[in-house]
């Protein structure tokens, strides 16, 4: 029978045993050990880490009640030295405890079940069957969990083979399985059937904060960090919202209402400009059909404006009368009429401009195409004059 250490202490660091077999498939081999310290991925919990005998374990899984270790080369010694990536390990066992304060939270003050749990390097994630989360809820749980954690509580994990030894006012969920019942106990507030390493008191999560929420299908997905890594996140905003609040000579708990006048007048600003600049292409478009000899108009921009200018213009001079407009910005030009002749714009740039090496179409009244070479372009543009 295979001991599991990871259950006895989620703790041990180093474990020494002997190596049963190891059997290569493809590239690696998959070592089953007498006795293991290394968790398989299971109930959302990827799987540990580490090294045997300096060789690094690429993954650890469970088939048919074997824990399997690979690893890309065979163990040559035997009994072997074993060690997991302890900070990996402690990173699961705060994020897999936040989780049942979490979930035990949502349960019991709103009688919201648990869906799912994942947990990443980047965010752990909980899916919680609320349609919906409102923020007030969020900070009401969070405040809730991290009391729990602050009132450091024991997590006592044990097997049982009825549900009667465990006390029904704990009990969140029934076990899947119908025998070797592992329950995770968090004292007096809640007990459920789990398989993951866990912290051996609610006080060594540190802290918990959820991050954000997103709708799934009709549930909520909870994304929330522990420990550390919810300290560094905060440290982090908190030196954004520090910098923002020197920016704008402002309290840090102003920024928020700075930055949304802010944003405000930046976009009344935006809409005083492009007033501004359709008045100057009105200008624009009345002076180039003033000198305009023909019903052929071509401008070239400036480099720094956007493609939108240029198909503004045409629209201007295309209200002051029948033109064949052609506008360039940044090599790109756009070609537009409302001429009563079977002029195809679409066909001017299929036949005139791609042999060119221009890149672009169109239809008959509008089209577009690039070039890479001034030189072509400026060909293009007079070969287009030649023909109308």
Not at 233 to 243: G, I, N, T
Not at 306 to 316: K, S, V
Not at 356 to 379: N, S, T, W, Y
Request: proline share 3%; aromatic share 10%; net charge negative.
């Amino acid at each position: 029978m295979q001991n599991r250490q990871y259950y006895l202490n989620p703790y041990q660091v180093d474990y020494q045993t002997r190596v049963v077999s190891a059997a290569k498939i493809q590239d690696n081999y998959h070592v089953v050990l007498e006795n293991t310290i290394f968790y398989p991925e299971g109930g959302g919990q990827p799987a540990d880490t580490g090294f045997i005998e300096n060789i690094p374990v690429l993954d650890v899984y469970e088939q048919q009640g074997v824990v399997y270790h690979v690893l890309p080369t065979a163990p040559q010694n035997n009994p072997v030295n074993c060690r997991i990536d302890w900070d990996r390990r402690f990173y699961h066992m705060q994020h897999h405890t936040g989780q049942h304060l979490l979930s035990a939270a949502f349960f019991r003050e709103f009688g919201w079940q648990t869906w799912g749990f994942h947990l990443s390097d980047e965010y752990s994630t909980l899916d919680i069957t609320a349609e919906e989360l409102p923020s007030a809820i969020i900070r009401e749980a969070e405040l809730k969990i991290n009391r729990l954690i602050q009132a450091d509580k024991a997590i006592n994990t044990y097997f049982i083979t009825d549900l009667a030894e465990v006390d029904p006012k704990l009990l969140r969920k029934e076990p899947q399985v119908n025998s070797e019942i592992r329950i995770v106990e968090i004292a007096g507030y809640d007990a459920v059937p789990c398989c993951g390493t866990h912290l051996s008191s609610t006080g060594q999560v540190g802290l918990l904060k959820i991050m954000k929420t997103e709708k799934i299908r009709n549930m909520t997905r909870i994304y929330y960090r522990c420990g550390e890594r919810a300290l560094i996140d905060y440290q982090d905003k908190f030196d954004a919202v520090s910098k923002l609040a020197l920016m704008f000579s402002s309290a840090e708990q102003d920024v928020l209402e700075r930055v949304a006048a802010e944003l405000e007048a930046k976009r009344t600003a935006e809409q005083e400009l492009k007033k501004v600049k359709q008045q100057l292409l009105a200008y624009l478009a009345e002076d180039l059909t003033k000198q305009s000899n023909g019903s052929i108009i071509v401008h070239h921009l400036d480099s720094g404006e956007e493609p939108e200018t240029a198909q503004l213009l045409i629209r201007e001079v295309l209200a002051l009368g029948n033109y064949l407009v052609l506008a360039e910005v940044n090599n790109r030009v756009f070609l537009s009429h409302n001429l009563t002749s079977d002029l195809n714009c679409g066909e001017i740039v299929k036949e005139y401009g791609i042999p060119l090496g221009g890149k672009g179409g169109g239809k008959k009244d509008f089209a577009q195409i690039f070039f890479a070479d001034r030189a072509k372009l400026q060909e293009f543009i007079t070969v287009v004059k030649s023909i109308t």
